[in-house]
């Protein structure tokens, strides 16, 4: 057997479209409203732009193609306008039938077949005719996908027990292959053991797939229905439930408690929408998320970050579970009590594999199972706590230690001395580094400023007082202020740290920053992208360190504000397309980083092991064009390269004088500029962006 080389292990065997609920209907039909037609088909349209930028290999539809009813008028028409708007992308497809495309699943609303909603023998027969088998199987590159028909599932038909020899055998005779499951409806949202209700599919058949699952070690199983994205695990079998392309579905929009956009309630939001783009992998396989409204399509997953990424800070509730109405049917007297997973794909879209959680969250059960998933998935846990923990809470902390990667406690600093020896005996027992976060209380305890403060020299000569206390622990947070660049408080912390042997852990703050401190919200909102960027870049220079971003979630809460990454329903902003495009394009790794200040501007010149270099273009206030050879030497300024504006996803090539000289300046984002000398070319930097 050859032996894979670490490039060649880095690359996708191939890669694959996923998606589902297209809903397309016949424009002229008379099943749905001529505004939702056009609006559904446009998006489609769009979408579609997408996929035939990535190229996959081939598409999986997971069902609800059309939006007629199996008995209406529209279905044939409705079936003929999607391969019409689908026929420029030549690519194989494969279609799962939804319950749009051959009737309802049995559930408690609609305990027995009825002719005029249910699946039926006939409209199975209706689909075949329109769209192909109502089950299947192929098989690509040694992986082999299994395609069925959900609605099927405990109907008593003739079809189901067809459905089960075959799919049993099927498994058994790809014994030894990787294997995915497509079905339109998802096993579950939330729990393995959550009652039947209309958008899981009920008992005994869902024991009897995920004993299947289980015994054959399927790798993944992808669903759709719901128009929402779920992720969850049974063992080692990854469960992902997509968005739709065309709308959220209203009920599940209470996830958000927000107010609508519109008169449509926002569930025609773009961000919302969108399809996964898979990377199978020699070794594992990557789902990304590539929403409708993305800017481009280039992108990056925790999964599979292309490099260190900084740890963010889960201040805001991120798997919380709310009760949301469902108006099916009998349903609509009851509730289905819902996990949020949007924040958790908020986190992957931008490469984010290290959080920092509050320490209650071990403590709820629901929560610490999420973690332990995470972790299983290669997310690490700094756990984050008030005080010294006392006997309940260090149960929970001792019975979640191998979920756990650090421990961070903050305590007001002025009895920090006393905690000494208690401190030494929980880091003997816990067996996890642990790190202090002084709280000045006269002056930081009602904000969300804390750790040594590096423009404090009686921090600094505190330090020096509790000698005792720095021996029992491992490191201390430091608060990098908003009036300190992120790469110069790394270099004042490693300046106090680093004659004195201990560790240290950047706090990047951005919250609560913004209150009477800057003129305008665009120069705030270019303040905290500048700092988001240059912690990207100190978590790359200094993989060993945690760097703590703490504007994960946009607040407005007078005191407390922050534009955020995501918003409140958890859409990406710039800071989001800023954090997944600077990992998707940055080496891993670099060797030095300069920072150089130009007529108010901040340029970063990034330089790895072989030489190569890129720049980090920073927006500041008053800018002015100026001539960059000031400041750098003039054979940067000279080369010829290529610009990524890090929030639109906009390119242009050229050299570095050009682009200043030209009209980009003064900077409206935060640009990224690639040399296109070195073994690192401009052209394969941004080839390797995930487009």
């Not at 028409?77 to 497809?93: K, L, S």
């Not at 600077?582 to 007529?599: C, E, I, K, R, W």
């Amino acid at each position: 057997m050859t032996l894979m080389t670490e490039h060649e292990r880095d690359l996708p065997l191939f890669s694959f479209v996923i998606l589902a609920d297209t809903h397309i209907t016949y424009e002229n039909g008379s099943t749905v409203d001529q505004l939702t037609s056009r609006t559904v088909s446009a998006k489609f349209d769009a979408l579609l732009d997408k996929v035939d930028e990535l190229a996959p290999d081939f598409i999986i539809h997971l069902g609800d193609v059309s939006h007629p009813s199996p008995l209406s008028d529209d279905y044939g028409e409705a079936a003929r306008t999607f391969f019409e708007q689908t026929a420029r992308i030549g690519v194989p497809w494969h279609l799962a039938p939804g319950n749009h495309d051959v009737g309802e699943k049995l559930h408690k609303a609609l305990p027995n077949l009825d002719p005029e909603i249910s699946i039926t023998e006939r409209n199975i027969a209706q689909f075949q005719e329109h769209y192909g088998a109502q089950f299947h199987s192929f098989e690509h590159k040694g992986c082999a996908f299994f395609v069925v028909n959900a609605m099927l599932f405990n109907s008593g038909l003739p079809s189901e027990q067809a459905q089960w020899i075959w799919l049993e055998a099927e498994l058994a005779k790809n014994a030894g292959k990787r294997l995915f499951l497509c079905s339109h409806y998802p096993l579950f949202l939330c729990d393995e053991n959550e009652p039947e209700h209309y958008d899981n599919i009920g008992q005994p058949a869902r024991t009897r797939l995920t004993n299947l699952m289980r015994s054959h070690k399927v790798e993944a199983c992808y669903s759709g229905h719901v128009h929402n994205f779920f992720y969850n695990r049974i063992d080692d079998t990854h469960l992902v439930t997509l968005p739709s392309t065309s709308i959220m579905r209203h009920d599940y929009l209470e996830l958000f408690r927000s107010p609508p956009e519109n008169r449509e309630m926002g569930r025609y939001h773009p961000a919302k929408s969108g399809f996964l783009w898979v990377d199978v992998y020699p070794d594992s396989h990557v789902p990304h998320v590539i929403r409708q409204n993305a800017p481009d399509t280039r992108h990056t997953h925790s999964w599979r970050p292309k490099g260190p990424m900084p740890v963010m800070d889960l201040r805001m509730p991120w798997c919380d579970r709310q009760e949301v109405a469902s108006p099916w049917g009998a349903e609509i007297f009851e509730r289905k009590r819902v996990r949020n997973d949007y924040p958790l794909s908020a986190l992957w879209e931008m490469g984010i594999r290290d959080l920092r959680i509050p320490v209650s969250d071990l403590e709820d059960v629901d929560t610490s199972k999420r973690v332990r998933d995470l972790v299983a998935l290669g997310h690490r846990c700094t756990v984050v706590m008030f005080g010294l923990p006392k006997a309940e809470r260090r149960a929970v902390l001792e019975a979640n230690c191998d979920i756990v990667d650090s421990l961070e406690v903050v305590a007001l600093q002025n009895v920090m001395e006393e905690m000494a020896d208690a401190l030494s005996e929980l880091r003997k027992t816990f067996g996890k580094p642990i790190f202090l976060n002084p709280v000045h209380a006269e002056v930081q305890g009602y904000t969300s400023a804390h750790g040594i403060r590096l423009d404090c020299p009686l921090d600094i000569e505190w330090l020096d007082r509790v000698s005792y206390l720095c021996q029992t622990v491992d490191g201390f947070v430091v608060g990098v202020g908003q009036d300190v660049d992120p790469i110069e408080g790394f270099d004042l912390a490693q300046n106090i740290f680093e004659p004195r042997n201990k560790s240290f852990a950047l706090h990047i703050q951005n919250v609560g920053m913004y209150r009477t401190t800057v003129p305008t919200s665009t120069v705030a909102r270019n303040r905290e992208l500048n700092r988001v960027a240059e912690a990207v870049i100190l978590a790359r220079l200094h993989p060993e360190m945690s760097v703590i971003l703490d504007n994960f979630v946009e607040l407005d809460r007078g005191y407390f504000h922050c534009f955020g990454l995501v918003d409140r329903t958890y859409n990406p902003q710039a800071g989001s397309y800023l954090m997944t495009r600077l990992d998707a394009s940055l080496p891993s790794s670099f060797a030095q980083v300069l920072p150089y200040a130009m007529n108010g501007s901040r340029i970063i010149k990034m330089t790895t092991d072989d030489g190569s270099w890129s720049l980090l273009l920073l927006p500041e206030a008053d800018v002015k064009k100026g001539q960059v050879a000031d400041v750098l030497p003039t054979e940067t300024v000279t080369t010829f390269g290529e610009s990524l504006d890090l929030v639109t996803g906009a390119t242009e090539q050229g050299t570095l004088e050009d682009f200043i000289s030209g009209n980009h300046w003064p900077l409206i984002n935060p640009t990224l500029f690639f040399a296109a000398e070195g073994s690192d070319t401009a052209a394969t930097l941004i080839s390797a962006a995930g487009r």
